[in-house]
């Protein structure tokens, strides 16, 4: 079992950024790839990027290339989304989520454990 906790979400103005953390607890964490998702009101969940269980691999969504940036620190057993340049868009409750295996995913039905989830909300 693993338990996932995020943290960082807030209230920004657009052109702002965050930087949202998900600490990890339970079973290794270096053994799981992991993820970032979102979901906005009335829309389904969708991957927002995703890292490998090493880190040597990242995955971004187009509509934040060169915007986020995901990173872990297997040590802290935390991984991280840092968001920059936000748009009111970006709207949304993020979750990150834990893969078993090495090699990340960007689908949704390939994640095994799901934190709560942490509200971002950005103003115009």
């Known amino acids: 079992q693993v338990q996932l906790v995020e943290s960082g979400g807030g209230l920004v103005q657009a052109g702002g950024s965050l930087r949202l953390s998900c600490a990890a607890s339970?079973?290794?964490?270096?053994?799981?790839?992991m993820g970032w998702f979102r979901q906005a009101p009335g829309k389904e969940r969708e991957v927002v990027a995703a890292?490998?269980?090493?880190?040597?691999?990242?995955y971004y969504t187009d509509f934040v290339k060169g915007r986020f940036t995901i990173s872990r620190d297997n040590a802290k057993n935390t991984v991280y989304l840092e968001m920059n340049m936000l748009k009111p868009e970006d709207t949304a409750v993020y979750y990150c989520a834990a893969k078993f295996g090495q090699t990340m995913s960007p689908l949704t039905t390939r994640y095994n454990y799901w934190g709560s989830g942490t509200q971002v909300t950005i103003s115009s």
């Open positions: 339970g079973r290794t964490f270096s053994s799981f790839a």
């Open positions: 890292i490998s269980w090493s880190g040597g691999n990242t």
